[in-house]
């Protein structure tokens, strides 16, 4: 056995059974590892920036991670931007890279590299296996980081000579490095009496993030908000949020600064339960840089490492709660008399809801054409959402791929603005290949349109000729329809709410992977 297959089988040990790769030469006796192992599903994207974001996704619904396979450090690299969307949803990822033969990297070939260097700022963990005997106890180590609470990016640089020599398996255990923290009782007493008080309960605001969105967590959440008149909010994006009918609706906090300001204007005291301290998503000229009232006092609860079942459960019961009806439960809709006409970001929301089918997973990268979605989404049927946590665009195909093969009895439903889509084209491919049940719904509107926004918001001139020729996606035109094709993908163009509907309908009612172009005007 060599070090490779020792690799190959720790993982497969370790419950790592699906691997996203784009390898190149430096892993060759690796690839040779995974075709004499049938029990690791072998998932190719045609560019690294889908392996990692289907990585992501995978991990997110899955709740377990998946190994990448890259190619050296400009394999990495290309994968960067979505293991930093990976980083920022905690989610655990098992990182298999490529190097040169430790007596070749001293040669200075065209692709080396320092690949840890490359690898550092988007992981929690970094290693190089230094001998083929150490190949499966590193891999072992990596399983360990990457499935701690939170989840952890663990990065194992594999150096070719190492991936062919003789190694022993070995048989080393992977239990988490780092397990769910205890709530902390001395604030949640703090908390408790807060809420106990209908004064100080009235201007108390719980910002929920993670785990704290998950189903019966909201529920917990909703029944404290009943029982006490506090307020919920969410982080403006989360790893995964379950909602829709039946379920405490949560609104997030809005991406505009403004907005968000307003939404928590009347908070005194700010429970973080999952979440972090809410901040601008960037700096803007004559605006705040943190999103509450400087008067207000700051309160963490739980942290994303804490336990987040068990802290809610236990405010619950502190204040005791656990037999109120929660507060904000969506009752859903029969969506009676739905928009007719051209989409807009107002209307499309509404159409979008009720046409996605029971237990659909929602990856939402639509940008500026989904900010109405929180207002309508909840009246539909039961669903889970997965979000660009860390903002680097290109994640929504890559993650639908991963969300996918982690859940392949669920229709995924992926909403993606048409200059993100752009980044991360080639997971078309892969759907087509993997005859993956993902309904792709494009809002095309033919601009960087958020950038649009963004320039008005940093106080710049309307745009002139330069501008526009960087904010506009045109001269020509993208022809979605033409480009799933060319990927395997069926598609079909609309621009009328109706023909999204029906088109909806019709996609999520067939297996494999469909494309619907909206086009907003």
Known sequence: MNGSEAMVHTLLEGDVDVCFANPGTSEMHF??????????????????????????????????????????GPGLGNGLANLHNAKRARSGI??????????????????????????????????????????????????SQARSTPGRIASLVLPANCAWESADPGAYRTDPAQTAA???????????????????????????GGRGLRAHNSWLAGKIAARSGCKLAAEPRNPRVERGRGRVAIDPLPFPVDGAVAMLKDTRYLVLIGSAAPVAFFAYPNKPRMIMPPE????????????????????????????AQPAQVSLGSDFAGLPHGKPTPDNVGIVIASALPEHAIVVDESVTSGRQFPKSMPLALPHDVIDITGGSIGFGLPAAVGASIACPDRRVVALIGDGSAMYTLQSLWTMARESLNVTVVIFSNRSYRILRGELNNMGGPAPGENARRMLDLDQPWLDWVSLAKGHGVPGVAVDSTEGLHAAMLRANQEKGPHLIELVMG
């Open 31 to 72: 690839v040779s590892a995974l075709d004499r192992a049938p029990r690791m599903r072998c998932v190719l994207g045609l560019f690294e920036g889908v392996v990692t974001g289907a990585a992501d996704g995978y991990y997110r619904m899955a709740e377990k991670p998946a190994a990448t396979l890259l190619h050296l």
């Open 94 to 143: 098992v990182n298999i890279i490529g190097q040169h033969a430790l007596d070749h990297v001293m040669n200075d070939a065209p692709l080396n590299s320092d690949v840890e260097a490359v690898a550092r700022p988007m992981s929690h963990w970094v290693k190089t296996t230094m001998s083929a005997t150490s190949a499966a106890m590193d891999t072992a180590e990596a399983i």
């Open 182 to 208: 205890r709530p902390l009782s001395r604030t949640l007493d703090e908390v408790a009496a807060l809420l106990r008080n209908p004064e100080t309960a009235a201007k108390t605001t719980i910002l929920l």
């Open 296 to 323: 207000a006092s700051l309160i963490t609860l739980a942290t994303p490492g804490h336990d987040i079942d068990a802290t809610l459960d236990a405010l619950c019961h502190a204040i005791g709660a656990q037999h």
